[in-house]
């Protein structure tokens, strides 16, 4: 999943649901910080479940010293954040367990048709960390590009149609 799926579903879903806040916006690199692995050619290593907590545990802490009022909804934006990274990457070998495992686990989920049948499947698949071959991850691929001009339609969309309404 490239870096611009992981920016605008979650942002997406959060307009969707109507939350407004300025945390929306700033706490959106939360949304690719577990691809930083990719930069590092270390990606396995940062899709752990222990890695996301460190990081919600850190916001955490820091909310507590400066004494935010908004804890609980930056808490709550980033580990939707970070969850949706999760998500998204399903398919993909993650080592979610790491540094304690060095195993790393692809969940397949999907239903397909085999003679007019719909057949679900789900199975987890467990390999080896160091049998990975390390990939570049695509900041923007063809789906990526697809998605943001949807994302521009919609909202130039949005702003023809809100001057409209003003004009009545």
């Not at 023809?160 to 004009?167: G, H, N």
């Given at each position: 999943m490239?870096?611009?799926f992981h920016i605008l579903v979650p942002l997406g879903l959060l307009a969707l649901f109507g939350l407004r806040s300025k945390w929306v916006f700033l706490l959106l690199p939360l949304t690719v910080i577990l691809d930083i692995g990719t930069v590092l050619n270390f990606r396995r290593g940062f899709h752990s479940i222990f890695v996301a907590l460190a990081i919600l545990a850190i916001i955490f802490v820091v909310c507590r010293l400066k004494k935010i009022p908004e804890t609980k909804t930056i808490l709550g934006i980033s580990?939707?954040?970070?969850?949706?990274?999760?998500?998204?990457?399903?398919?993909?070998?993650m080592a979610l367990l790491w540094p304690f495992s060095?195993?790393?686990?692809?969940l397949t989920i999907e239903?397909?048709?085999k003679n007019l049948i719909p057949i679900f499947i789900f199975a987890v698949n467990a390999v080896p960390?160091?049998?990975?071959?390390?990939?570049?991850?695509?900041?923007?691929?063809?789906?990526?590009?697809?998605?943001?001009?949807?994302?521009?339609i919609m909202l130039l969309a949005q702003k023809?149609?809100?001057?409209?309404?003003?004009?009545r």
């Open positions: 490239d870096w611009i580990a939707f954040y970070l969850a949706s990274h999760f998500l998204l990457d399903i398919g993909g070998p060095g195993t790393a686990y692809t239903i397909v048709i960390i160091g049998s990975l071959e390390q990939k570049t991850g695509a900041l923007i691929g063809e789906a990526g590009f697809g998605l943001l001009f949807s994302f521009l023809i149609f809100a001057k409209k309404k003003q004009i």
